[in-house]
């Protein structure tokens, strides 16, 4: 019954920034390492950001280290993305999820196009 939802994607220039979140529900939130993952038409889905349980260490796809961060506020059940200086091969699907965890929910579009 555990529920991931992400929301706050859209369509932004490139240079431009997102934020994006991940509600979640059914699960003790706390214990659980979070990521953040993307998928673009044509490729696999891969990690691009990962985060403890209790915040304090997280670790970055190279092709997103320095322009993007990680965070999570265990009292709202919520982790976020910050997008900065986005590029056009940012453009994907992007989901998160629970280490382990085979389901995935209906993610968030992010286009970077001028």
């Known amino acids: 019954q555990v529920q991931l939802v992400e929301s706050g994607g859209g369509l932004v220039q490139p240079g431009g920034s997102l934020r994006l979140s991940c509600a979640a529900s059914?699960?003790?939130?706390?214990?659980?390492?979070m990521g953040w993952y993307r998928q673009a038409p044509g490729k696999q889905r891969e990690r691009v950001a990962r985060i403890s349980g209790g915040g304090g260490s997280t670790n970055y796809a190279d092709s997103v280290k320095g322009r993007f961060t990680i965070s999570r506020d265990n009292a709202k059940r919520t982790v976020y993305l910050q997008m900065n200086s986005l590029k056009s091969e940012d453009t994907a699907v992007y989901y998160c999820n629970l280490d382990g965890r085979v389901d995935w929910g209906q993610g968030t579009q992010v286009t970077v196009s001028s």
């Open positions: 059914g699960i003790t939130f706390g214990l659980y390492a």
